[in-house]
């Protein structure tokens, strides 16, 4: 199934002219961080005429990213005060889709790209270094959990119908706040991924929020989706402004 981008539910806001309600200023850039040795594009997205502002890494699911898809929320985004980074991070690995197999293979790599892109970002001049957040889709919620439990730079994570390796387990006391955004009908991702961050959460005393969407699947519609996004928005400006 080709997962569409980590900012999936936060694009469909346009199409209700919110932008409109939020001025929209935003300078947009393609940039390059080297990972592992290889070249890795970034899709770059700031706030114009802003002082230093937090940071927002996203990070894409299964399909890796297509053209323009995403970029409308990343911008609304950084139209409300973040920067905001998109890393291709499938070329650290010269990967175009990720099956189970090839995500086993390739997921330690893509977790060190995620690590060197919070590096790169703090390093911008309008970022501010101790506020990055992560946001991910699917394989990208997992790699934005992972990260989060060894990276302590991150100070938030959204993770869209994610999960944790089982691996990581023992490090989630580690972990910053998180929002958990779910499907009850996930056939990709089983909802009993949430409710395993959910107990595990609440044993280690990690502090998070959870919405899980009855008759959602992988990916949200309707009324379901516009309240991801808003409740997307408001917590990474509780946590990062």
């Known amino acids: 199934r080709n997962v569409r981008n980590v900012f999936f539910a936060l694009a469909h806001l346009i199409t209700v002219n919110l932008s409109s309600l939020f001025g929209l200023d935003v300078l947009?850039?393609?940039?390059?961080?080297?990972?592992?040795?290889?070249?890795?594009?970034?899709?770059?997205?700031?706030?114009?005429?802003?002082?230093s502002v937090p940071a927002v890494i996203a990070l894409h699911g299964s399909g890796g990213l297509h053209g323009e898809i995403g970029h409308d929320s990343a911008r609304m985004l950084a139209g409300q005060g973040f920067a905001v980074f998109i890393p291709h991070y499938?070329?650290?690995?010269?990967?175009?889709?990720?099956?189970?197999?090839?995500?086993?293979?390739?997921?330690?790599?893509?977790?060190?790209?995620?690590?060197?892109?919070?590096?790169w970002a703090t390093q911008q001049p309008l970022v501010k270094p101790d506020r990055v957040g992560l946001v991910?889709?699917?394989?990208?919620?997992?790699?934005?959990?992972s990260v989060a439990s060894q990276d302590n730079r991150v100070k938030a994570v959204v993770e869209y119908c994610g999960g944790l390796p089982e691996e990581l387990e023992a490090h989630v006391s580690a972990m910053p706040p998180v929002l958990i955004l779910h499907?009850?009908?996930?056939?990709?991702?089983?909802?009993?991924?949430?409710?395993?961050?959910?107990?595990?959460?609440?044993?280690?005393?990690?502090?998070?929020?959870?919405?899980?969407?009855?008759?959602?699947?992988?990916?949200?519609?309707?009324?379901?989706?516009?309240d991801?996004?808003?409740?997307?928005?408001?917590f990474l400006a509780r946590y990062l402004k």
């Open 28 to 51: 947009q850039s393609s940039d390059v961080l080297t990972s592992g040795g290889r070249q890795v594009a970034v899709d770059s997205f700031f706030p114009r005429n802003s002082a």
């Open 90 to 119: 499938f070329e650290r690995t010269n990967t175009t889709w990720a099956d189970d197999r090839v995500a086993r293979e390739n997921f330690a790599p893509w977790m060190q790209t995620a690590a060197d892109a919070i590096t």
């Open 136 to 145: 991910g889709f699917s394989l990208g919620g997992y790699l934005a959990l």
């Open 183 to 226: 499907g009850e009908a996930d056939r990709v991702v089983p909802v009993s991924e949430a409710r395993t961050l959910q107990r595990l959460f609440d044993q280690h005393q990690v502090r998070y929020e959870i919405k899980v969407y009855p008759g959602a699947g992988h990916g949200f519609t309707g009324s379901a989706l516009m």
């Open 228 to 234: 991801a996004g808003m409740t997307t928005l408001k």
